[in-house]
């Protein structure tokens, strides 16, 4: 009987201790679950169905599928173009230090021409018989500059081919092959694979087809997405759990926005056409949008603070970005670096042609194409406030316009459709009791594809990370106790600049405009077309023309400019590699700053420092307006390998057939990492010590049944 009693209570020694086990795991599923909960609880309003969808990496890998297809998309207006899953914008990719990524592209457009694969071959060729005419094919070029070269979508070649920059992220150039790579439609799929390097920035970057010649085509089409680095001292999240839990009473949210431009609707014989495939630069037709939407409307409780990542994608010179009657804080640049504060501008809201003693001030934000601005704006009023774009003004009026576009413009008034306004999102204020009737209409849209990461919220890191600002405007406006983000520079990007300056190499770049023939290289045959081209140091890009060399490990001074000056801020872009930006239209900076994209009215200096790799690389230089870059205003140069040695991750490979080691690129504390470690150890400590205890109770409960 005793056997048969001690069989069951070994069986129920067994049983309990897996409920006991299961029990354990449920309760750190369910902290987790509760943890997302309440994240989402401190600001009630769901606005999900205003931003992009989102993907998370799961158990530090990020798997996922970008497909590429037409969409019809826009409501009151039609446009018919490629789209990333089926929506207006790709979705938002979040992802830690050290993850590994693999994102397969299926392009599913219709497969490029004959003619189509026979110029992509011949502008392939490295050393090709007729280089000019490869220069021409390849910017899409008549023979004397841009005009008349993109006026025919049927003829326009290239534009069903697709490939991916990640505009901001520290990886090796190779792993993209920009200029020269790109699939084909019919389903031809491609997957890139890297890793995040471990000591990587924690902040936005974005996604996008860098096809060469089909920059604006893509940018109008809304083929981009957020790409955001979360580190465990994300200092966001960190000051989105100091406000939500007593940092400044108040709650708090991330909102990701989106900023691009779009065309209305094309019809050949009944039959939507493909739009966007050419510039805007002289259509007053186009469509301001946020997250690929026609003035999106945002809901947030009174008392919100909210913290905007933003993004410019379109095509179009800087958003000039405000928010009625309220203050925007800014925090960071491109990749959460840190920036000086810019001047803002005051609104005289009463018309009373004064300014004076103003209740509230409207500020005016610039982001220029291609950047990245983080800010904050806490919104203590009730009311409905719109988000305004403002126009932008080149002064390319009258005469001007014949002498940039030609004589067929002679008399007209403007021929720069950039300078009109724009309401680019509503934001409603609402008490949290007006939550069930105010809630956002466009939930129902929302499709958060989170493919499992356990932890949204991965820090509790509070220290030196925050400001405050505590009644400021003078009292007039009501910012009470806002918390805000402090920004650091990375002591990785300090050690870069401790490397050694190359000596005799420094460069000159310049992002050149021609107003006539000949453009640049390209010779003047003789027939009379309206003038124009773009080009790097008076060369249009040509990617197998090689600009200059650069010693890995080192750094260079770097003079950009704009060429002629004055004229247009010309945003200026290295692929991987940040620059330190030390003077100004030849003033020397107080405070340098980083930054990767920036916009050269007349000329600044830079200093570029590009970490060691024992693997050479092509690095891309252009200036981020699409319109310019598809036209030729880019070059190459070439990065050559050093044997230096620096502390750099060696996770950022190129995973594939290519055995190419990583370029390091940094600008967080590797200490990250530790934390990170130390994190996971604690969890699995306290859970291991959990175990013994539970299995004791039941080893002295079922032993309970021997004695009875």
Request: proline share 6%; glycine share 8%.
């Amino acid at each position: 009987m005793k056997v048969f009693i001690s069989s069951i209570n070994f069986l129920l020694v067994v049983v309990f201790a897996i409920i006991c086990f299961s029990v354990v795991n449920t309760n750190v599923v369910f902290a987790a679950d509760e943890a997302e909960v309440d994240e989402e609880a401190s600001s009630s309003v769901n606005n999900a169905g205003v931003q992009p969808d989102e993907i998370h990496s799961k158990d530090g890998i990020l798997d996922t599928i970008l497909t590429v297809d037409y969409l019809l998309s826009l409501d009151g207006f039609t446009r018919y173009a490629p789209a990333y899953n089926g929506k207006s914008v790709g979705p938002t990719f979040r992802v830690k230090p050290g993850d590994k990524i693999k994102i397969k592209l299926i392009n599913n457009l219709l497969p490029e021409s004959n003619i189509g694969h026979e110029l992509y071959k011949f502008v392939l060729d490295p050393d090709p018989v007729d280089t000019i005419n490869q220069t021409i094919v390849f910017n899409r070029l008549n023979s004397n500059g841009i005009s008349g070269s993109l006026l025919s979508y049927q003829d326009y070649w290239g534009k069903s081919y697709q490939n991916l920059h990640f505009h901001g992220l520290m990886i090796n150039p190779n792993i993209e092959i920009t200029n020269s790579f790109a699939i084909d439609g019919g389903g031809n799929e491609y997957t890139y694979e890297f890793n995040i390097p471990i000591d990587h920035v924690g902040g936005i970057s974005f996604y996008h087809n860098h096809f060469h010649g089909t920059s604006c085509y893509s940018s109008l089409s809304g083929l981009f997405g957020a790409f955001i680095v979360e580190t465990n001292n994300d200092p966001y999240i960190t000051a989105l759990q100091n406000n939500n839990l007593g940092g400044s009473g108040s709650a708090a949210e991330e909102i990701v926005l989106l900023f691009s431009e779009s065309s209305t609707e094309i019809v050949d014989n009944g039959q939507p056409v493909p739009v966007n495939f050419i510039p805007i630069i002289m259509s007053f037709d186009w469509i301001a949008l946020t997250n690929g939407k026609i003035n999106p409307k945002f809901v947030f409780n009174v008392g919100t603070t909210i913290y905007f990542r933003t993004v410019n994608a379109g095509e179009l010179p800087p958003v000039l970005l405000s928010i009625d009657n309220h203050t925007i804080y800014p925090i960071g640049a491109d990749s959460s670096y840190p920036i000086p504060i810019p001047k803002t501008t005051t609104t005289d809201n009463d018309n009373n042609n004064n300014n004076d003693n103003e209740e509230e001030v409207d500020n005016t934000i610039v982001i220029d194409a291609g950047s990245r601005i983080e800010f904050a704006v806490k919104f203590d009023t009730f009311g409905t406030f719109f988000m305004r774009r403002g126009g932008y003004n080149f002064n390319i009026v009258g005469p001007s316009c014949a002498a940039f576009f030609g004589p067929e413009l002679d008399g007209i008034t403007t021929c720069i459709s950039y300078d009109k306004d724009d309401i680019i999102g509503t934001i409603i204020v609402v008490s949290s009791s007006d939550d069930d009737d105010d809630d956002n209409n466009n939930n129902s849209n929302n499709n958060n594809n989170d493919i499992g990461d356990d932890e949204k919220t991965t820090t509790t890191t509070t220290t030196d990370v925050a400001r405050d600002f505590n009644n400021t405007d003078d009292g007039n406006n009501t910012t009470s106790s806002l918390h805000l983000p402090i920004l650091r520079v990375s002591p990785y990007l300090t050690k870069l600049l401790e490397q050694p300056m190359s000596k005799g190499t420094s460069k000159v770049v310049t992002m050149d405009l021609a107003t006539g023939v000949p453009i640049f290289q390209i010779p003047y045959d003789g027939i009379f077309q309206p003038g124009g081209g773009t080009g790097i140091n008076m060369l249009i890009g040509n990617p197998h023309h090689v600009l200059g060399n650069i010693t890995a490990g080192t750094c260079e001074e770097w003079t950009i400019a704009s060429n002629p000056p004055g004229l247009i801020p010309h945003t200026f872009h290295i692929h991987s590699v940040p620059f330190l930006v030390t003077s100004e239209h030849g003033i020397e900076l107080d405070t340098p700053f980083w930054r990767d994209t920036y916009p050269v009215l007349d000329n600044i200096t830079a200093t570029v420092c590009f970490p060691p790799t024992d693997v050479g690389y092509m690095v891309n230089v252009h200036c981020h307006m699409p319109a310019h870059q598809d036209a030729g205003m880019f070059g190459m140069y070439e990065v050559l390998p050093s044997v230096a040695t620096v502390e750099t991750s060696t996770t950022n490979t190129v995973e594939g057939d290519d055995d190419t080691s990583g370029v390091a690129a940094s600008v967080v504390d590797v200490d990250d990492a530790d934390i990170n470690e130390e994190k996971d150890s604690s969890a699995t400590t306290a859970t291991n010590e959990s175990i013994p205890t539970m299995l004791f109770f039941a080893l002295v409960f079922s032993s309970s049944f021997y004695f009875l």
